[in-house]
């Protein structure tokens, strides 16, 4: 029985992502083109440039995939492209080019929800999760908390009412100055905050419930602002206070989801999984519950090709049937 192989295309917002990955082996290529570049000089993602730098870009990078990969396009069994949420025009071009590359080589296409292709990136992991486990998705999109039980068993235990946490923490960090995108900016300069200074609320924590709600942060981190002025040391204070405010309210949370589920291992998966103080916090926690926590690699967290690939080639395995049509979803539930 031969090797299966799919090739993984990302394009819903401002991430070119391409990956081949091949079942029971692994990952066998990857490129990314990050359009940061193009978008920074507004202050965030305009929709026309990134479908504009997609078309451009993805080609090329397919050819680059499949040559890291050392195989010819006959080579793939199968493509996998992200269908949505997203960006409608940058999801349309990975799924025209993902269908009608399929068509051309007669292989099957599947459609991937972005957010199944978070939750699963832990799997690309040396030593990967064993279902069933609690996924906190934090991205800039969306804040979830899921309960896993298997590929394409996925239970919504909670969600933000209003910004994602990386949305928080992308606005906050704009109020604070800082370019785009702003978390990771904004995560440098808490570094050298001096924590208590100032206390941010934990929004919704104080009743019991799994959703969240992260607008409010922001504006409290306006009105810390205006009164406390803007020099440097405050800026960097009101940043450690406002990390420290998202990252406890995000542990408050897991901890509950774990303890409603009873579930061993909690997953954390999207960009803002890459923060390294709720790293930090979400260790101490499993160490406190005494279960696993599973991180997948900071490249892995934010968006990328490989983690399509993979989802895709899980769900083609398991027989999903694609037909012909090219799907793209803006707005699509878990
Ligand atoms: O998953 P992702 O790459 O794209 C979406 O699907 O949204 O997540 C991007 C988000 C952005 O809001 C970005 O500011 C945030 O993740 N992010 C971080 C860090 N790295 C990326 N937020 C806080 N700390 C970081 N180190
Ligand atoms: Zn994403």
Redesign the pocket.
């Known amino acids: 029985k031969r090797a299966f192989r799919c090739l993984g295309i990302e394009t819903s ?1 401002d991430e070119t992502g391409v990956a081949v990955y091949e079942l029971g082996r692994g990952l066998l290529a990857q490129a990314l083109h990050s359009q940061a570049a193009v978008h920074a000089r507004y202050g965030g993602v305009v929709p026309e440039l990134a479908s504009r730098d997609h078309v451009r870009r993805l080609p090329a990078l397919v050819r680059q995939a499949l040559a890291e990969a050392g195989l010819s396009p006959s080579g793939l069994d199968g493509v996998a492209y992200t269908a949505g949420p997203g960006l409608i025009g940058a999801l349309l071009v990975g799924a025209a080019f993902g269908r009608a590359l399929a068509w051309s080589l007669g292989v099957p296409a599947v459609a991937v929800h ?1 957010l199944e292709g ?1 939750l699963l990136a832990p799997l690309l992991e040396p030593d990967p999760p064993a279902f069933p486990f609690v996924a906190l998705l934090v ?1 800039g ?1 969306h804040t979830q908390l899921l309960a896993v039980a298997g590929v394409g068993r996925y239970r919504l235990l909670g969600e933000s009412r209003d910004d994602a946490a990386g949305e928080a923490f992308d606005k906050t960090a704009k109020l604070l100055g800082l370019g785009y995108p702003g978390g990771p900016a904004l995560a440098a300069l808490a570094d050298r905050g001096r924590p208590g200074r100032f206390r941010f609320p934990r929004p919704m924590t104080d009743r019991p419930g799994l959703d969240f709600s992260f607008s409010g942060l922001k504006t409290h981190a306006l009105y810390t602002l205006r009164e406390a002025g803007g020099d440097e040391q405050t800026r960097a204070d009101i940043a450690c206070a406002f990390q420290e405010a998202v990252v406890e309210t995000l542990v408050i949370k897991c901890r509950r989801a774990l303890r409603a589920t009873g579930f061993r291992r909690l997953v954390v998966a ?2 803002v999984g890459a923060n390294r103080a709720l790293r930090e916090a979400l260790d101490a926690l499993a160490r406190a519950e005494g279960v696993r926590v599973h991180y997948p690699r900071p490249a892995f967290c934010t ?1 990328n090709g490989a983690m399509i690939a993979l989802a895709g080639c899980l769900r083609l395995a398991a027989g999903e049937a694609a037909g012909l049509e090219v799907e793209a979803r803006p707005r699509w539930p878990v």
Do not use: I
């Open positions: 917002c972005h978070h991205s999109g999207g960009g968006d």
